[in-house]
């Protein structure tokens, strides 16, 4: 089993600078907008854990689809 505690994303698809932290206990709800990042954090996580990314419905994503350099 994986506990996440903290989490830091810079520069991933639409997410700029985000810096979570977890708590021990309980469950966790991300909740926002549509085009809000959700999906995004998550996938971010995601590439974290695996060092690849989701594919998407278009084929496999690249890094460069991932990452904003700038």
Do not use: C
């Not at 994986?2 to 021990?24: A, G, M, N, S, Y």
Request: no cysteine; proline share 4%.
């Amino acid at each position: 089993m994986i506990i996440l505690k903290h989490l830091t994303v810079e520069h991933f698809r639409l997410l700029r600078e985000i810096d979570l932290h977890f708590p021990q206990r309980g469950s966790i709800l991300f909740q926002g907008p549509n085009e809000a990042g959700k999906s995004a954090l998550l996938e971010s996580i995601y590439f974290a854990l695996y060092g690849t990314p989701i594919a998407s419905d278009h084929g496999k994503s690249s890094i460069d689809d991932l990452v904003l350099y700038g």
